[in-house]
């Protein structure tokens, strides 16, 4: 039986939007459009930025380039391990791991999943990819060559986003806690609660290290926390409101999720499950 947290974050529900009085006008800076991504579409993310605290930088965005992605592909996972773009997607009788041509968006090379698995995120560690599933408690790990299948792993709980810092995997299943594990045993070895201040961030998704610092999707919302991997703290917010028009939010995109980092640009890659792109972007801090 799927239960309902599941069913939510499957599918987006279709939401209409709330006028709130007295509220003052929230623009996203840096945006491709002058459209806030709480226009209607199906989506019901949010961009209303959290108060603002002292030491937390705030990051608009700048598109450098839009790079065509497959609309169908429900991103779980994103990242560039020598110049090549990997993607994990998800849903039962649609997940795979991808490796995938920026440039034109075509699909290079794929194995898919079983149909009673639904795939999250995904890490390349070194020679081999490792992919989470949602609720049934396994990962894979594949030849990155080949994508023969190696192996399968378990866990306990839900698995969401997972990436790798040279070190360990750090992976996330929906709650405020990151946890840590051994990138030859696939064995936890450490925990990490994520907090903004005083308050926890929870729904934490599909995530990305670079250079000491932690990027991770929030579910359902149009931001993007920048974490320290030591402590836990959220050093610093990205509002993406705005990536996409209006018409596109309408065409059935759902959430907000996929963050790779290209080393040769210094950019990041952000996209969205079912979205028609791929953003190449450059943050932009804005005024303290």
């Known amino acids: 039986m799927i239960s309902l947290t599941g069913m939510w974050r499957t599918w987006s529900t279709r939401l209409p939007l709330v006028l709130l009085a007295a509220a003052s006008l929230v623009v996203a800076c840096g945006s491709s459009s002058t459209t806030s991504s709480t226009a209607a579409g199906t989506q019901p993310a949010t961009s209303t930025a959290p108060p603002r605290r002292p030491g937390v930088e705030r990051y608009g965005y700048r598109i450098v380039q839009s790079h065509p992605h497959d609309p169908a592909a429900f991103t779980q996972g994103l990242t560039i391990a020598d110049g090549q773009l990997y993607e994990g997607t998800g849903l039962n009788g649609q997940s ?4 995938v041509d920026l440039r034109s968006g075509a699909v290079l090379q794929q194995a898919a999943l079983d149909g009673r698995y639904f795939g999250e995120g995904i890490a390349v560690v070194g020679d081999r990819i490792v992919q989470l599933t949602y609720q049934t408690e ?3 790990v594949y030849d990155r060559k080949t994508f023969t299948r190696q192996r399968e792993f378990t866990y306990p709980g839900e698995g969401w986003g997972l990436t790798y810092d040279g070190t360990r995997l750090i ?3 929906g709650s ?3 946890r840590f594990w051994h ?9 990490l609660r994520v907090r903004d201040g005083d308050a926890a961030v929870t729904q934490i998704n599909e995530l990305e290290y670079v250079d000491g610092v932690l990027y991770a999707n929030i579910w359902q919302q149009d931001r993007i926390a920048r974490i320290d991997p030591r402590s836990g703290v959220v050093t610093g917010w990205i509002d993406c409101s705005g990536l996409l028009t209006p018409s596109e939010r309408a065409r059935g995109t759902d959430v907000l999720n996929g963050i790779a980092h290209d080393p040769s640009t210094g950019h990041l890659l952000i996209t969205g499950k079912l979205w028609p792109w791929i ?3 450059e943050l932009v801090r804005k005024p303290s």
């Open 279 to 281: 953003f190449e972007v």
């Open 183 to 191: 990138p030859e045993t696939l064995q936890e070895i450490g925990r």
């Open 138 to 140: 396994v990962g894979f």
């Open 171 to 173: 992976m996330s299943d």
């Open 96 to 99: 795979s791991i991808r490796r």
């Open 176 to 178: 405020d806690t990151l």
